[in-house]
């Protein structure tokens, strides 16, 4: 496991892993969220909702670190992709949830 653990973390980061897991449990929860609200719709669009829910917290996240300083040091564009990543993945799972 320790092997595993080294090995994203000396290719991938693990501020990516974090992008990717936090935005697509933001986008599950948005997806489980809408089918609650929102009942007798096909499961697809559940699912595009909480991609799209995704991409709009990477995108606003993103935004938020290149406007907040002068320096830009927080700002990113592959916590974006990571970020998207993961929606892509949670709208993976929703489809076989829903």
């Known amino acids: 496991m320790k092997k595993i653990y080294d090995f994203i973390e000396n290719t991938v980061g693990m501020d990516k892993v ?21 009942p007798g719709y096909h499961p697809a669009t559940y699912a595009a909702c909480g ?3 995704g991409v709009i917290v990477a995108v606003a996240k993103e935004a938020l670190d290149f406007f907040s300083g002068n320096d830009f040091e927080n700002f990113d564009l592959m916590d974006i992709a990571y970020s998207v990543l993961g929606a892509f993945v949670s709208f993976l799972v929703a489809l076989a949830l829903l």
Do not use: R, T
């Open 51 to 53: 991609f799209a829910g």
């Open 18 to 38: 974090a992008h990717f897991f936090g935005v697509a449990f933001a986008a599950i929860i948005v997806s489980l969220v809408f089918a609650k609200v929102n």
